[in-house]
């Protein structure tokens, strides 16, 4: 009786931390089941300039942390709105706010959400650098290069004045004609870009803004694409030629200042003759998240609002609403940059710049 008296609160005991055990085990694998349900894929459809940057290991520790993955495929920002598949993706990643309009009106989403941004600028020589400086068309300042007669570059450009016939040229004397090579300005938002600002110095350093402009604007702006010959549909082509060819492929290239800045912030030793010339006025390129699905949207929120991806993005080279992190990583490599990017001007409204890039397309496909 008395041993009875005994072993019953030790079965008490053990029966209860066997109680409690379970009970823990059943709640870990109710938290871990719930977590499993919580996480999500998200196939994202975006431009070429952020591939690297969504394929980056520590992004993809950032976003497992918030529960999510990222599949990545890519194509040319305005592409991106004609893709027969594109409600297939989660996420439409362009680079600009004017791709994200078009697909938001080809989708229906109005979930919209602008991340990072760049500003447009045109990669070439520091041999050229000279030549440019004493035709009038280039300037440093603070130790950056700007394009100060933006005008001036699109007027010689649309005479077919050749590198050889620029006054003084002896360090480029090349027969071919002065273009700055883009993207297909039908297929890709830096080339879109290209096509706003030119025609806003076309239009009296004034924002196309009505239809009569932009039929006379788009007429003049036709030689500077279809004289570029054969134009890629992404970015990433014309800055590939930039800097495995070389000057004799590309002296001017339009690019956003991010590549760039990628290039010379992942590798030891960039070629030192490569430089970035910042045209006046210049265009803002901001890169724009249209979710497409619920997951999608769940991937903006955390782009936008988890410190640590900004971070990350400013190691791609793109600004951000602080970017202290890139200026430093820049400086570091003995590159100066404007940290305030001040004469910037507006694109026209999405229906003009339609219009214009129709009317090329129109010219182009004769």
Not at 102 to 111: D, N, P, V
Not at 115 to 124: D, E, G, L, N, R
Not at 252 to 281: A, G, H, T
Not at 337 to 366: C, F, G, M, Q, W
């Amino acid at each position: 009786m008395n041993l009875r008296k005994a072993i019953g609160p030790v079965l008490a005991v053990v029966l209860l931390i066997g109680v409690t055990i379970a009970i823990r085990y059943s709640m870990r694998e109710r938290k871990a089941a719930q977590s499993a349900a919580a996480r999500i894929t998200v196939r994202v459809l975006t431009g070429s300039e952020k591939e690297a940057f969504l394929a980056d290991a520590e992004l993809a520790k950032v976003l497992d942390a918030e529960g999510i993955a990222i599949t990545v495929q890519k194509a040319g920002s305005r592409e991106i709105a004609t893709r027969p598949d594109l409600k297939s993706f989660d996420v439409a990643y362009p680079a600009g706010a004017h791709a994200a309009v078009k697909i938001s009106q080809t989708t229906g989403s109005k979930r919209i959400f602008s991340t990072f941004y760049t500003p447009m600028a045109v990669a070439s020589w520091k041999t050229l650098v000279p030549v440019l400086e004493k035709a009038g068309l280039v300037s440093r300042k603070d130790g950056a290069c700007f394009i100060v007669d933006m005008g001036k570059l699109i007027d010689i450009m649309q005479k077919g004045t050749r590198w050889k016939d620029l006054p003084g040229n002896t360090a480029y004397p090349a027969g071919k004609s002065v273009l700055v090579t883009s993207t297909d300005v039908r297929k890709s938002n830096s080339g879109g870009m290209y096509l706003a600002l030119a025609a806003y110095l076309a239009n009296g350093n004034s924002v196309v803004d009505n239809e009569a402009d932009a039929d006379r604007v788009a007429d003049s702006m036709l030689g500077l694409f279809s004289r570029q010959g054969f134009q890629e549909s992404s970015s990433a082509g014309p800055f590939e030629d930039y800097t495995s060819m070389g000057i004799g492929k590309a002296p001017l290239v339009m690019i956003y200042e991010q590549q760039f800045l990628q290039y010379i912030l992942s590798r030891p030793n960039p070629n030192p003759d490569m430089v970035l010339l910042y045209p006046v006025p210049t265009i803002l390129s901001k890169h724009t998240i249209v979710a497409l699905s619920d997951n999608g949207e769940r991937f903006a929120q955390a782009m936008i609002s988890n410190p640590k991806i900004g971070s990350i993005a400013q190691r791609y080279g793109f600004r951000a609403q602080d970017s202290t992190e890139l200026f430093a990583a820049v400086e570091a490599k003995k590159l100066v940059i404007p940290h305030t990017v001040v004469d910037v001007i507006d694109p026209p409204s999405y229906d003009i710049l339609e219009k214009l890039i129709n009317r090329i397309d129109a010219a182009l496909t004769k």
